[in-house]
C-alpha cells in the first residue's frame, strides 16, 4: 500500500512538473491548441455513431498528443529548441519531439464548413453549426454544435435514356442496384452504385468506360412528399464514342520466355485453342500453359478473366512477372477490337543456396547447423518446381549441471516435386478460377544420434494437394501419408529409461504411420486496412484405420504390416488469432490453440513425432523448450530423462501480446503466454500427467517483455520471460514469483532468454 502512495504522488508531481515546463515555453500572445469537442443534435437513424464519429474525424488540427497527462512531445520539442540543449534533449527531442499546436492555426469557420457538407453527403440537408472556444491563460479548446433534422430519403431512381446499347445494359444491372426506395441520401452509397456499373459494364466488354462517364441528379423539389428526393441516373455529355461500344478479343499471343532483349523474329510460333504460343524452342509447353489462361479468342473483353487468368500464371511459381497487355485493334464495324498480350518473363530455372545457421535453444542446447537447397523451377517445361535439401545439425548442452556434455547429431535429405496442376490416376479438369491446385510429391530420410543414448532412422513419404481458394482461404490434403521410424541403437541407459516408461517404448515401437492429412486456414491478419485481422487454422490427421481394415480382411490381426508395428490415431487441432489495430504501429495479438490426438486400437499412445510439447519460443516463452508438463508432473533434474521432451496427446494455450514501436527499426512488446499439454491415458511413470476435469489447476502462466529489430522482409526477435505459475509445484504454491532479479540463482531457474525469427503468431 505504500508503495502505491509513493507512484501515485510521483505521477501526480511529474504531470503538475511536466504542465509548468509547457506553461513556461509557449510563446506570449499563443494559447496551446488541446484539442475539440462536437455536441450533434440529429434524430436516431440506423448508423448515427458512425456519422458521429466521421465528424469528430473532422475536427482540425489534431492536438499535441498526451501519455498519461503530460505532453511529454511537446516537451521534449521545447527542450530541443532551447539555445543549448544538449546531446540527450537534441536525441529527444528527434525521436519523440512534436511541433506545439497553437490555438492561432485553428480556423472555426472551415471545420463548420467541413461539418455542413459531410452532414449533407450523408443526407442531412440544410443544417447548422456553430462553435464556441474556451481561452484560457495558456491553453484553448473549442466546441462545436451541429443541429439537423431528418434526413432525405429516396423516392424512386429513373435512367434517362436515348437509344443506345449501352443503356439498354444500365437498365438491366439496375435491377440489383444498391440505392433502394427509402434508403436515406448517401454519396457513398451513390460512388459504389457508379463503380459496380462500371464493373457489370466492363464485364460485358465495355473496354474503354468509365464510372465518370456515370451522373446522378437528385431532385428535393416533391411538393407531395416531405423530406424525399427523386433520382435520375444518365450519362454525361460528349462521352467518347469508344467508351460506348463493346470490344472483342480477336487475337491472343502468349510469350513464356520475354524479356527486353528477347528477339521473337526468329522465335517459334505454335497455334493452339485460338492463341499464338511465341517462344525460342520449348520453355514451357504450350499444351499446359493454355490451361492457365481463361480469356478465349472471339469473347467480349472481361476483366475478371484477364485478372484470373493473370493470377493464374503467377500461381505457377516460376514466373517473376506477368503482364497482360491489351492492343487496340483498327477496325470499321460498329465493334471495338483488341490485341491480348501475356508477357511472362521467368525466374531464373536453376539455383542453389546454402544457409549456416547457429542454434540457441532455451533449454541451454546450443550449436551450428548447415542446409543446402537446390532448385529447379521448369524441371519438365511445364512449370514444375523440384527441390532438393540437405541439412546436418550438431548441438551440444552448454550448460546443464550434471548432464552437461550431452550432444545430438542430426542429418536429413529430403526432396519434393510440386506440379502446378492436379495429377491424378484419372484426367481431372480443375474448376477452380482464382488460382492453381497443385500436386505435392515428397520424400526424405533422417538420421538422429542424442548422445550416444539412442540412435533413429526416419524415412518420410507423402503425396497430396494445396491450392488457394480465394485471398484468404488455403487447403492443403495429403492422402497418402507414410512415416516409418527405426530405433537403430539404443544403449542401456535408454532401455531402462524405455523400461520404466512403457507409453514412451510403444510410442518409439509404432514405427509405421499410414495415414491422411487435412488443413485448412483463413487468413485476414495481413490485411493492413482492417481493424479487426482474425486467422483461422483447422488440421486433421487421422492414421492406421486403412492398414487395420487391411490387416483384419487377411486375416493376420497382428498389429503389423511388412513386420512394423502401425500406429493407430485421430488428430485435430484448432488454432485461432485474433489481432486489433490500435492503429498502423500499436497491435494488440492474441492466440489460442487447442489440439487433442486420440489413440485407439492398435495404440496406447501417439507416436512420439505425432505428440504435443508446450514451452519455447513459439509457444509458453516463460519455460523452456518443450519442458512444461504433462499435467502437473515435475521430472528429476538431474535424471536422465530431463534429456527428453516432456510430450502429451492434449494441448491448450492461449496468448496475449501487446506490440508497439519504440525507435526506428525496433519494436517493443509485452506479453502473457498460459497453457499446458496432457495425456489422454493415465502413465505410471508421468505421474499427474493425464488429463482430468480440474484440468484449469495445471495452466502454467508467464509473462516477459519482447523487443523486435522489425526489417521489412524479416523480424529477428528477443523474448525475456518469467513464470508466474508453475504447475509442477505442489498446489497452493504454483503461484508466485519472487522477481529477484539481482540474484544469480533467480536468474538461472526464472529468467528465459527466447530467441527467434518471425513473430510468434
Known amino acids: 500500500m505504500k508503495t502505491n502512495k509513493i507512484i501515485f504522488f510521483f505521477l501526480v508531481f511529474l504531470i503538475s512538473f511536466t504542465g509548468c515546463q509547457i506553461k513556461k515555453h509557449i510563446p506570449e500572445g499563443e494559447l496551446l491548441y488541446t484539442g475539440a469537442s462536437l455536441d450533434l443534435e440529429a434524430p436516431e437513424v440506423q ?126 444491372l439496375l435491377a440489383e442496384t444498391l440505392l433502394q426506395p427509402g434508403n436515406r441520401f448517401d454519396l457513398n452509397t451513390l460512388n459504389s452504385e457508379r463503380e459496380r456499373l ?52 480477336d487475337q491472343i499471343q502468349v510469350f513464356p520466355n520475354y524479356s527486353l532483349d528477347e528477339n521473337t523474329d526468329q522465335a517459334d510460333t505454335v497455334q493452339l485453342d485460338g492463341k499464338e504460343f511465341i ?52 477496325n470499321e464495324d460498329s465493334l471495338g477490337h483488341l490485341a491480348a498480350s501475356f508477357l511472362l518473363s521467368p525466374m531464373t530455372k536453376r539455383s ?62 529430403g526432396a519434393n516435386l510440386i506440379f502446378p496442376r492436379v495429377i491424378f490416376f484419372v484426367p481431372i479438369e480443375e474448376k477452380f478460377s482464382y488460382s492453381v491446385p ?48 527405426n530405433l537403430a541403437k539404443s544403449s542401456p541407459e535408454f532401455e531402462e529409461i524405455l523400461n520404466n516408461n512403457p507409453f514412451l517404448r510403444r510410442s518409439f515401437e509404432q514405427n509405421f504411420i499410414v495415414g491422411i492429412n487435412y488443413v485448412f486456414n483463413y487468413n485476414k491478419i495481413n490485411d493492413p486496412v482492417r481493424k479487426h485481422g482474425y486467422f483461422f487454422g483447422l488440421g486433421l490427421d ?38 486489433f489495430n490500435i492503429n498502423k504501429n500499436q497491435v494488440i495479438a492474441s492466440r489460442l490453440f487447442a489440439g487433442v490426438g486420440v489413440p485407439f486400437r492398435n495404440s496406447t499412445s501417439l507416436p512420439y513425432v505425432k505428440q504435443y510439447f508446450s514451452g519455447g519460443p513459439n509457444s509458453i516463452r516463460a519455460f523452456r523448450i518443450r519442458s512444461i508438463g504433462p499435467g502437473s508432473y515435475a521430472p528429476e533434474e538431474t535424471n536422465l530423462n530431463s534429456y527428453f521432451d516432456q510430450s502429451g496427446d492434449i494441448r491448450l494455450e492461449g496468448n496475449l501480446e501487446y506490440r508497439f514501436p519504440m525507435v526506428s527499426l525496433l519494436k517493443g512488446a509485452l506479453f502473457l503466454d498460459a497453457g499446458n499439454i496432457w495425456l489422454m491415458n493415465e502413465n505410471e511413470a508421468l505421474p499427474g500427467g ?72
Open 47 to 172: 448508423d448515427i455513431k458512425k456519422i458521429e464519429s466521421e465528424l469528430n474525424d473532422l475536427l482540425r488540427p489534431e492536438p499535441n498528443s498526451k501519455f498519461l497527462g503530460m505532453y511529454f512531445g511537446l516537451w521534449a520539442h521545447y527542450k530541443g529548441e532551447k539555445e543549448k540543449p544538449g546531446f540527450i534533449n537534441r536525441f529527444l527531442n528527434k525521436k519523440f519531439g512534436q511541433e506545439p499546436v497553437y490555438f492561432s492555426k485553428v480556423n472555426t469557420a472551415r471545420t463548420e464548413e467541413l461539418i455542413l457538407n459531410r452532414l449533407e453527403n450523408r443526407g442531412f440537408f440544410y443544417g447548422q453549426a456553430s462553435s464556441e472556444s474556451k481561452r484560457g491563460e495558456k491553453f484553448a479548446e473549442v466546441n462545436y454544435t451541429a443541429k439537423v433534422g431528418q434526413p432525405y430519403v429516396l423516392k424512386e431512381i429513373q435512367l434517362e435514356r436515348d437509344s443506345l446499347e449501352i443503356e439498354h445494359e444500365i437498365q438491366n
Open 198 to 249: 462500371d464493373q457489370g459494364l466492363k464485364q460485358k466488354g465495355y473496354y474503354n468506360f468509365n464510372n465518370d462517364f456515370l451522373i446522378f441528379e437528385a431532385d428535393t423539389n416533391i411538393t407531395d412528399s416531405a423530406r424525399q428526393f427523386k433520382l435520375y441516373l444518365r450519362l454525361k455529355n460528349n462521352v467518347p464514342k469508344n467508351s460506348l461500344v463493346k470490344y472483342q478479343i
Open 279 to 330: 517462344q525460342n524452342g520449348v520453355v514451357f509447353k504450350p499444351e499446359l500453359l493454355n490451361q492457365y489462361i481463361l480469356i478465349e479468342n472471339g469473347e467480349y473483353y472481361n476483366p475478371n478473366k484477364s485478372r484470373l487468368s493473370s493470377n493464374r500464371l503467377s500461381s505457377i511459381g516460376n514466373y517473376q512477372y506477368v503482364n497482360l497487355r491489351y492492343d487496340e485493334l483498327i
Open 352 to 413: 542453389v543456396r546454402a544457409e549456416l545457421l547457429g542454434v540457441s535453444k532455451s533449454n541451454s542446447f546450443a550449436g551450428p547447423a548447415l542446409n543446402l537447397v537446390y532448385r529447379n523451377r521448369n524441371l519438365f517445361h511445364g512449370g514444375e518446381n523440384f527441390n532438393i535439401t540437405a541439412k546436418i545439425g550438431y548441438e551440444f548442452q552448454i550448460a546443464g549441471g550434471e548432464l552437461t556434455g550431452l550432444q545430438s547429431l542430426e542429418l536429413g535429405l
Open 438 to 485: 497443385k500436386t505435392k510429391i515428397s520424400f526424405g530420410v533422417d538420421y538422429l544420434s542424442r548422445g550416444g543414448l539412442y540412435t533413429l532412422n526416419s524415412f518420410y513419404t507423402s503425396y497430396g494437394y494445396f491450392w488457394n481458394a480465394n485471398r484468404f482461404a488455403y487447403h492443403e490434403i495429403n492422402p497418402i501419408n507414410i512415416n516409418i521410424t
Open 542 to 579: 487421422f492414421a492406421g484405420n486403412t492398414i487395420y481394415g487391411l490387416d483384419k480382411w487377411l486375416g493376420s490381426g497382428n498389429g503389423k504390416v511388412f513386420g512394423l508395428e502401425y500406429a493407430q490415431y485421430g488428430k485435430a487441432d484448432f488454432d485461432f488469432r485474433y489481432h
Open 690 to 761: 493425464k488429463f482430468s476435469s480440474s484440468w484449469w489447476k495445471e495452466i502454467a502462466v508467464g509473462t516477459g517483455i519482447g523487443f523486435r529489430i522489425d526489417i521489412q522482409f524479416f523480424v529477428i526477435r528477443f523474448d525475456f520471460a518469467t513464470p508466474l505459475r508453475k504447475p509442477f509445484l505442489p498446489e497452493g504454491q504454483r503461484w508466485g514469483n519472487t522477481f529477484d532479479i539481482s540474484s544469480k540463482t533467480w536468474r538461472r531457474e526464472n529468467l528465459i532468454f527466447n530467441f527467434a525469427i518471425g513473430y510468434p503468431f
